[in-house]
């Protein structure tokens, strides 16, 4: 078995909680196995989040006039 398949299988072990002797050599096998054997979780891994109030609004003139200049400064912006 190579580094591949090897790989796989500790992939296919960890995502259906199989251990490595119940999971079959051959690439394809693996891969139909795990296409099998998955079942995604009830609940996400994941929490959603939302963007601070300030990450949405938008710049005021003064901060876009400042940004303008300092990047006319580092000859950045023309």
């Known amino acids: 078995m190579g580094e591949l398949e090897a790989n796989m299988k500790a992939l296919a072990a960890a995502l259906t909680g199989k251990t490595a ?4 050599n051959n690439l394809e096998d693996i891969c139909s196995f795990m296409a099998e054997q998955y079942r995604a979780p ?7 989040v939302t963007a601070p109030a300030e990450a949405t609004s938008a ?4 901060e876009y006039n400042g940004l303008i ?4 400064e580092a ?3 023309k």
């Open 21 to 24: 002797d119940e999971i079959p």
């Open 42 to 48: 009830a609940v996400s891994p994941f929490k959603q």
């Open 59 to 62: 710049p005021t003139q003064e």
């Open 69 to 72: 200049a300092k990047l006319k």
């Open 75 to 77: 000859k950045v912006f």
